[in-house]
């Protein structure tokens, strides 16, 4: 199909952009990845509870100088290992500053990476064409998006992922040739291994063993070479999990977290024992929401996975879906990992779309006019939303000439994108790009701040810090939301204990604790009648995602 450009004799900026972009696309993106992932990082609070643990963990590591041992509030935290936290620690100590851009820098800088890494094992494995595709696919993704201007560990477990399919491939296919290809895999592994565990070997070793029995013929062979690196695997993975076992506090250190995921049957009480436990089929409604909006030529993709190439990523998107399903705790970014197979599949499909039979063809055709038709309607009736009544949303709280913006690019995103999706080329597609980018950062930057901040985390640490001056808070039993421990200027002592609590109110003239209504009971009947609620439940904001409310208690001496 011939290349739809932008029509006229005399070439546009745009046009010029585009060919620009399309003869260099890895500085493209990369240039694409900065502008979506870093404006605005530090304008949304610390809200959810992993983003908030990983901040605490990585302050009081900045405290104690210990980088070994990860301790949240005092006490160890060691169900997850210690690698996002040391991105956070480089980060705070870099910078000299412990808030939500520097938490969250470190993490966007590989989403950053997440997005060459996929445009480059791509380009390596289909050409240049798949390759720039899957960088773009994976950039316009909206739960990519929502992940890597985030703290979070399954952003940083997809880099290790990639990393490590994208080098097997690589020594898979140059064998003895490239022994670094095969080193850095099993350095990838061990990566992964460091940022959540094992669960990297579910994503890893399905689409390992569908690039091996894409090519049977060379199995033995490679499968001696690539013998060698186990040991160093071991020799990158092991010493931090050795450190712990050798010290008490971290025996049986992971047991706990991996059983509650997989989810046990109690047999007291008849029930399945594990966090987020839901059912069997929870995934399957949520792929939709994982691979928006590209999950509309979910037909294409399956089309494209017919390649031999195509079947490590079929079983890297198939198995672990399968797997983690069987796992009684769900949550729907653990399948984010996910996101970069689906892209690099999707873009090999739409490179060979010309190849395809006529009804894949004519099915990608419709799917892209019905999608551009509601990019477009999406954009003009955005602005509208804000005089909807009865209605309570942060974008009906902003201007409208910043609704109006959104309005126009989502508009030319879906006009260039039908122009240009089907030609098969680059440069028709890169206006919808930028125009994405466009609306993905004004959105990001205009309106993400907008969040209502009656239950954030800071609201809660402003009313107590407007009670609590330069008092010692205490989190008795750990009853209060992460987020809001991240956001106190002051170490918290966490898991404080009846003779703890007493020594507080014995010593200290003014300190305070945070407590949940509920256990107020609990406090031993000499701390009881010591103490007054200065703020209580009412009074105190609820925290985002936490249903539970505190009240703050004086301990006078």
Same mark, same amino acid.
């Given at each position: 199909?011939?290349?739809?450009?932008?029509?006229?004799?005399?070439?546009?900026?745009?046009?010029?952009?585009?060919?620009?972009?399309?003869?260099?696309?890895? &500085?493209?993106?990369?240039?694409?990845?900065?502008?979506?992932? @870093?404006?605005?990082? +530090?304008?949304?609070?610390?809200?959810?509870? !992993?983003?908030?643990?990983? +901040?605490?963990?990585?302050?009081?590591?900045?405290?104690?100088? /210990?980088?070994?041992?990860?301790?949240?509030?005092?006490?160890?935290? =060691?169900?997850?290992?210690?690698?996002?936290?040391?991105?956070?620690?480089?980060?705070?100590?870099?910078?000299?500053?412990? %808030?939500?851009?520097?938490?969250?820098?470190?993490?966007?800088?590989?989403?950053?990476?997440?997005?060459?890494?996929?445009?480059? &094992?791509?380009?390596?494995?289909?050409?240049?064409?798949?390759?720039?595709?899957?960088?773009?696919?994976?950039?316009?993704?909206?739960?990519?998006?929502?992940?890597?201007?985030?703290?979070?560990?399954?952003?940083?477990?997809?880099?290790?992922?990639?990393?490590?399919?994208?080098?097997?491939?690589?020594?898979?296919?140059?064998?003895?040739?490239?022994?670094?290809?095969?080193?850095?895999?099993?350095?990838?592994?061990?990566?992964?291994?460091?940022?959540?565990?094992?669960?990297?070997?579910?994503?890893?070793?399905?689409?390992?063993?569908?690039?091996?029995?894409?090519?049977?013929?060379?199995?033995?062979?490679?499968?001696? /070479?690539?013998?060698?690196?186990?040991?160093?695997?071991?020799?990158?993975?092991?010493?931090?999990?050795?450190?712990?076992?050798?010290?008490?506090?971290?025996?049986?250190?992971?047991?706990? !977290?991996?059983?509650?995921?997989?989810?046990?049957? /109690?047999? !007291?009480? +008849? $029930?399945?024992?594990?966090?987020?436990?839901?059912? &069997?089929?929870?995934?399957?409604?949520?792929?939709?929401?994982?691979?928006?909006?590209?999950?509309?030529?979910?037909?294409?993709?399956?089309?494209?996975?017919?390649?031999?190439?195509?079947?490590?990523?079929?079983?890297?998107?198939? @198995?672990?879906?399968?797997?983690?399903?069987?796992?009684?705790?769900?949550?729907?970014?653990?399948? #984010?990992?996910?996101?970069?197979?689906?892209?690099?599949?999707?873009?090999?499909?739409?490179?060979?779309?010309?190849?395809?039979?006529?009804?894949?063809?004519?099915? *990608?055709?419709?799917?892209?006019?019905?999608?551009?038709?509601?990019?477009?309607?999406?954009?003009?009736?955005?602005?509208?939303?804000? &005089?909807?009544?009865?209605?309570?949303?942060?974008?009906?709280?902003?201007?409208?000439?910043?609704?109006?913006?959104?309005?126009?690019? =989502?508009?030319? %995103?879906?006009?260039?994108?039908?122009?240009?999706?089907?030609? +098969?080329?680059?440069?028709?597609?890169?206006?919808?790009?930028? *125009?994405?980018?466009?609306?993905?950062?004004? #959105?990001?930057?205009?309106? !993400?701040?907008?969040?209502?901040?009656?239950?954030?985390?800071?609201?809660?640490?402003?009313?107590?810090?407007?009670?609590?001056?330069?008092?010692?808070?205490?989190?008795?039993?750990?009853?209060?939301?992460?987020?809001?421990? #991240?956001? =106190?200027?002051?170490?918290?002592?966490?898991?404080?204990?009846?003779?703890?609590?007493?020594?507080?109110?014995?010593?200290?003239?003014?300190?305070?604790?945070?407590?949940?209504?509920? $256990?107020?009971?609990?406090?031993?009947?000499?701390?009881?009648?010591?103490?007054?609620?200065?703020? /209580?439940?009412?009074?105190?904001?609820?925290?985002?995602?936490?249903?539970?409310?505190?009240?703050?208690?004086?301990?006078?001496?």
């Amino acid at each position: 199909m011939p290349d739809a450009g932008p029509p006229g004799r005399v070439r546009s900026l745009v046009s010029r952009f585009a060919a620009m972009a399309a003869a260099r696309p890895g &500085f493209a993106l990369a240039a694409a990845t900065a502008l979506l992932l @870093v404006p605005g990082l +530090g304008t949304v609070e610390v809200a959810k509870r !992993e983003e908030a643990r990983i +901040g605490q963990v990585a302050r009081e590591m900045a405290w104690s100088g /210990d980088l070994l041992l990860p301790r949240l509030q005092g006490e160890p935290r =060691l169900t997850k290992p210690p690698v996002p936290y040391w991105l956070a620690w480089l980060s705070f100590q870099a910078t000299g500053r412990a %808030t939500p851009f520097t938490l969250r820098l470190p993490f966007a800088l590989c989403g950053a990476l997440l997005v060459l890494a996929t445009y480059r &094992f791509s380009r390596e494995v289909h050409g240049p064409l798949a390759g720039a595709l899957a960088g773009f696919f994976l950039l316009s993704m909206a739960f990519y998006f929502k992940m890597e201007r985030r703290a979070t560990i399954d952003g940083l477990l997809a880099l290790a992922v990639v990393l490590a399919v994208w080098t097997f491939h690589r020594g898979w296919a140059r064998g003895r040739r490239d022994p670094l290809s095969r080193a850095a895999f099993f350095a990838a592994l061990a990566l992964g291994i460091l940022v959540k565990g094992p669960v990297v070997l579910v994503f890893v070793l399905p689409a390992a063993i569908a690039c091996v029995l894409a090519a049977p013929s060379r199995a033995p062979a490679a499968v001696a /070479d690539l013998a060698w690196g186990i040991p160093l695997f071991f020799a990158l993975a092991l010493p931090w999990y050795a450190y712990l076992a050798a010290e008490a506090e971290g025996s049986g250190v992971f047991e706990a !977290e991996i059983l509650t995921r997989i989810g046990l049957q /109690d047999p !007291e009480e +008849g $029930r399945i024992v594990g966090t987020h436990s839901e059912p &069997f089929w929870h995934y399957l409604p949520r792929l939709p929401e994982l691979l928006a909006p590209w999950i509309v030529f979910l037909p294409l993709a399956v089309w494209a996975a017919k390649d031999r190439r195509a079947w490590s990523y079929l079983a890297w998107i198939a @198995v672990p879906v399968l797997v983690l399903s069987c796992f009684a705790g769900k949550k729907t970014y653990y399948l #984010f990992p996910l996101v970069p197979a689906y892209a690099s599949l999707l873009a090999l499909g739409i490179a060979r779309l010309a190849e395809a039979p006529a009804w894949v063809r004519k099915l *990608a055709r419709w799917t892209s006019w019905v999608v551009a038709a509601a990019v477009v309607a999406a954009g003009l009736a955005l602005p509208f939303l804000r &005089f909807v009544p009865f209605r309570k949303n942060a974008l009906l709280d902003a201007s409208l000439p910043g609704l109006v913006f959104v309005a126009l690019a =989502l508009a030319a %995103t879906g006009w260039f994108y039908v122009r240009g999706l089907l030609a +098969g080329r680059l440069v028709p597609l890169f206006p919808a790009v930028a *125009a994405a980018i466009l609306c993905l950062v004004v #959105f990001r930057v205009w309106f !993400e701040p907008l969040e209502d901040d009656r239950e954030s985390a800071s609201a809660l640490a402003r009313a107590v810090h407007s009670i609590s001056g330069d008092g010692p808070i205490l989190a008795y039993h750990y009853h209060v939301q992460p987020a809001t421990l #991240f956001y =106190l200027p002051r170490p918290v002592e966490n898991v404080v204990t009846h003779d703890r609590l007493r020594s507080y109110v014995g010593c200290s003239p003014r300190a305070y604790c945070l407590i949940d209504p509920g $256990r107020i009971q609990e406090l031993p009947p000499d701390v009881r009648s010591s103490c007054r609620v200065v703020l /209580d439940a009412s009074a105190v904001p609820r925290v985002t995602s936490d249903e539970r409310q505190v009240v703050l208690l004086e301990l006078p001496e």
